[in-house]
């Protein structure tokens, strides 16, 4: 199960009426694409769901594909999502047919979780994360990302976090479906990103505040902000949005830094645990692979886990320092920054390391060579 492609697709329009019931999608690249989230923003297919929502979409082989569709804040339709399976230079076609949609199994989830020191949580189908809230201000938390490994397409969040504070069943542990086994301390840990200014990493601490833009079945969107990073004796405010989205091997993160108008460059970053594993660089592409032996609380050994990082700007550097592997970009506060970040488990999908090396290696790739659609 290599679930690893992204979401991004060129949207063209052909014979534009309210008759559009066809999605025809291009693959012109050399590797499958399976899995991969296609988003469709284009207002006058969108009226189609305005006028009713009774649409069922099927692929090439008659079978139901579930499908999610966003709304703003004012409550109009934005995005129409589904995931697509495109082999190989080839082309397949999508159609939307009147009838009653089946339910669609939910893959993706967040939430603040008041109840656990004010996390951040969140998840797909391949793996969960959190991030740290004010609540645990007192422990000298990070704005590094946390990652829990999971061996099942359920969502486990809830769970986790109703065992543990519910019924003293610790999500350190894998009881079956997953474990929090990763450390995180005052580090970027599993792909968090912060400044790096005068040759120095400045590691933010907790989210002051989040707001939840959606939470659907096949993506969910969250914003966090941070009041006051430091970098050298100036502050700067922080708005970090994440997308997280089915079958989808890395989160998608929009950073926003507001402040002092200087040069800032900024390193997304993979904590190495003491240098312990194995790790893959790659400049030019914009990618690093870490990969390390996985240990549970009780010290039991469960397998290896991965963490990825892709940046689509050009890298300046590509380092290790503080025990982290870096890849920094140049950056003007004020403006969006985007890149990428997640991990993965030996027991869930990837056997070995050289799997998810591949892994993020092949979605940097598929990342610069987005699927063309064609709406008929």
């Known amino acids: 199960m290599k679930k690893i492609f992204l979401y991004l697709a060129t949207v063209l329009m052909a014979g534009c009426s309210s008759s559009i019931k066809t999605i025809e999608i291009s693959n012109t690249g050399s590797f499958d694409r399976n899995d991969e989230i296609i988003q469709i923003n284009d207002k006058e297919f969108l009226q189609l769901f305005e006028e009713s929502d009774k649409w069922i979409l099927k692929n090439n082989h008659n079978q139901e594909i579930g499908y999610q569709l966003v709304k703003n804040e004012n409550g109009d339709l934005e995005t129409f999502i589904f995931q697509a399976a495109v082999p190989a230079n080839k082309k397949v076609a999508y159609h939307l047919k009147k009838g009653n949609p089946s339910p669609v199994e939910p893959k993706t989830f967040a939430r603040f979780v008041p109840e656990r020191k004010d996390d951040f ?127 989808t091997l890395l989160n998608k ?83 969006t920054f985007v890149y990428f970040f997640g991990g993965g488990w030996n027991k869930w999908g990837f056997p070995t390391d050289n799997d998810w090396i591949n892994a993020v290696n092949l979605f940097a790739q598929s990342y610069r060579s987005p699927l063309e659609v064609l709406i008929k």
């Open 121 to 247: 949580a969140w998840e797909n189908d391949l793996a969960a994360y959190r991030m740290y809230g004010p609540a645990l201000a007192g422990e000298n938390p990070s704005n590094g990302v946390d990652l829990w490994l999971k061996r099942t397409k359920e969502l486990i969040v809830d769970t986790f976090y109703f065992n543990e504070l519910q019924k003293g069943q610790s999500y350190h542990i894998d009881h079956g479906k997953g474990l929090d086994c990763y450390k995180v301390g005052h580090t970027l840990g599993a792909g968090g990103i912060a400044p790096f200014w005068n040759d120095s990493l400045w590691i933010g601490n907790y989210f002051n505040s989040y707001k939840v833009h959606y939470v659907g079945p096949l993506q969910s969107k969250f914003s966090l902000f941070y009041d006051s990073i430091k970098v050298g004796d100036k502050f700067y405010k922080e708005q970090l949005t994440i997308t997280v989205s089915a079958g």
């Open 253 to 335: 993160a929009e950073v926003t830094f507001n402040g002092y108008q200087q040069s800032l460059p900024l390193a997304a970053g993979i904590f190495l645990h003491e240098n312990t594993g194995k790790l893959s660089m790659n400049q030019e592409e914009g990618t690093a692979a870490y990969c390390e032996d996985a240990v549970s609380d009780a010290k039991v050994p469960s397998g290896r886990n991965y963490v990825g990082i892709f940046v689509p700007a050009p890298i300046t550097k590509a380092m290790i320092k503080n025990n982290h592997a870096l890849l920094i970009s140049e950056y003007q506060p004020g403006n």
